[in-house]
Every structure is written in C-alpha cells, then in structure tokens.
C-alpha cells in the first residue's frame, strides 16, 4: 500500500473501541438487505447470497412480497425475514438486520441494496482483499460497477494504486460493518430516513477514530436509482431522476448532515456542498423534466435543512 494514511491504519493497533477478537478473514459472515416492493432481482440477490453467505438476514418495509419458506428449500434456515407492516425507512431496518444479525453472533454483516447483483464467487474475491488488511476496519466496502451511458465505471475513483484505500464515506450497497463496532456507536441514525443515512454513519465512525476503507477492484453491479444520463458538450452528465418530493428529503437531510459534521470533515462537507451539489442541480437542469417543481423542492429542502435541528446521533 502506497498511500501513507493507509500504511499508518493497517500498521497501528485497533482503533478505540475496536472489538479485538476480530478475525480476518472473518469466520462468520452474514448478508443483509433491506426490501422496499421489490422486483424480481432482488429473488435472485437473495439466491446468490444464501448460496455464499452463512445467513442472509432480510427486513422487508411495507410491501409484504416474500416469505421465509421461499428460500427453506435451497438454502435450508440461512434465511431470516422479518416485516415491518409500513415503511420504517432505510435506517431503522439496517439497525434491525444487525441486531438479528448480533443476536445469532455474527461479527461481521455485509449489505446489499435489493437492486445489487453479486457473482457466484464475490465472497471468496472480497474476503481475499479483506484479509489482507493487518487491522479490520469499521466497515470496508466493495467497489462496485454501475451502468453510465452504456458504459461500465467504478462506483469509487481510489486514490494511488493500493487495492484498499482510505475514504471518507461509502455507500451502504456493498459495505461489510463491524456489527459490535455498529452497536457500540449507536447504529445508523434514525433521524434520518433514507438520503445520506450511510454518509452519516461514516461520518460518525470516523468522529470516532475508525477507518472507513474500499476496494480499488469493482466486485458487483450496482445501479444508484433511476440514473438519467447523456452525453452533452462533450462530456457524460448524469442525474439521480428523483422526483422534486425525494429531492426536498434528500437536500434537507444533506444540508442537516453537513451541519452536524462540517467541524469534523470540512473537505468533505465543502467539496459536497459547493461542488458536488451545484453539479447535480445543473445536470437535473440539462436532462431531467418538471425542472421547475425539482428546483423548488431542492430549495426548499436547503432551507429546511438550514432550520431543523441536526440530526441526534449518539
């Protein structure tokens, strides 16, 4: 490893707080996923996972689609699935599937989004690279590939040219999290529903002293919502395609993270907040319809996000 920061991180001893009987690679490791009306790929995420995974722990918010009995016959108990009879959001269903996922003494859980596709050999390629970290981290996520004009990229741009390097942030799709580390810090914040709930979960791991790592190597697909993309002044733009009532949430959730955060990661809440952001705004201005409705949702949700107080974290 090239990069200094990472040196430093896979040569020091755990950080505070950090469970010490963590073995690598990890003895048992559990799949979650969080269901929200699922098509039928989810089925077959859920398949490739009972297949590699010791268990795959599912919370299915308000739609009420699968059954445990589905999986019993090829994957025997692997699988868990508990309902929640209305949508309790992204964050408290993650909380859910770690603590099922501690209850049955997994160290170590990695989640999927329902839209994920994994091949059939993505656990023995990630736990390679796992293992050859000298210290586990807090949560290490998969690079992923991601569809942009009919051409496949890397969800992560690495720095250098180690195959695991540091980041601020990752996103929940792909990421293997400590689960005693994930309870010791208070799990994913529940203030907040579903826009930027691993941002902050990051975020506050690093407050904390853990490491947030990734792979270099991309290891499964993965689409970020409904990606709008075209080719204009020569260059590739994309945009998220949400509708202007996700695009108040998504802006006022962000605007409450930066508040809570900026003290502790100013690159990050600046390069998102003046760089990142005003791109977005401009790419749904090219290329996505009811401009005007999205741009005034955005608005207002930076406003409400600048009133309404920071999100409570532990």
């Known amino acids: 490893m090239n990069d200094p920061l990472v040196r430093a991180i896979a040569t020091a001893g755990p950080a505070a707080g950090m469970d010490d009987t963590a073995s690598r690679p990890p003895p048992r490791i559990a799949a979650g996923i969080v269901l929200f009306h699922p098509c039928e790929g989810a089925a077959r995420l859920i398949d490739a996972c009972g297949r590699q995974f010791e268990a795959v722990f599912l919370v299915e918010n308000e739609s009420n689609v699968y059954t445990e009995e589905r999986w019993k016959s090829t994957h025997s108990s692997c699988v868990h699935l508990r309902k929640n009879s209305k949508n309790a959001g992204l964050s408290k269903a993650i909380n859910q599937i770690c603590r099922a996922a501690r209850e049955k003494g997994f160290e170590w859980l990695?989640?999927?989004?329902?839209?994920?596709?994994?091949?059939?050999?993505?656990?023995a390629g990630f736990t390679r690279l796992f293992a050859s970290l000298k210290t586990p981290p807090a949560l290490l996520a998969a690079n992923y590939r991601t569809e942009v004009c009919g051409e496949a990229v890397p969800g992560y741009r690495?720095?250098?040219?180690?195959?695991?390097?540091?980041?601020?942030?990752?996103?929940?799709?792909?990421?293997?999290?400590?689960?005693?580390?994930?309870?010791?810090?208070?799990?994913?914040?529940e203030a907040l529903f579903i826009d930027h709930v691993d941002h902050e979960y990051c975020l506050r791991l690093r407050r904390r002293g853990y490491s947030v790592l990734a792979t270099r190597e991309p290891l499964f697909n993965h689409e970020i919502g409904n990606i709008v993309c075209a080719r204009r002044f020569g260059r590739v733009w994309q945009s998220s395609g949400h509708t202007p009532a996700r695009r108040r949430e998504a802006t006022e959730a962000l605007i409450r993270v930066i508040k809570l955060?900026?003290?502790?990661?100013?690159?990050?809440?600046?390069?998102?907040?003046f760089l990142e952001l005003p791109r977005s705004v401009l790419a749904m201005l090219i290329l996505e319809r009811k401009r005007i409705a999205k741009l005034g949702a955005l608005s207002a949700g930076f406003v409400r996000g600048l009133f309404r107080s920071k999100p409570s974290v532990p």
Do not use: M
């Open 158 to 189: 690495l720095r250098g040219q180690a195959d695991i390097d540091e980041r601020v942030t990752d996103i929940n799709a792909g990421s293997l999290i400590n689960v005693p580390v994930h309870h010791k810090v208070g799990g994913h914040c």
């Open 110 to 123: 990695l989640l999927f989004d329902q839209d994920s596709e994994i091949s059939p050999d993505f656990l």
């Open 261 to 273: 955060y900026w003290r502790d990661e100013p690159g990050w809440c600046a390069r998102t907040l």
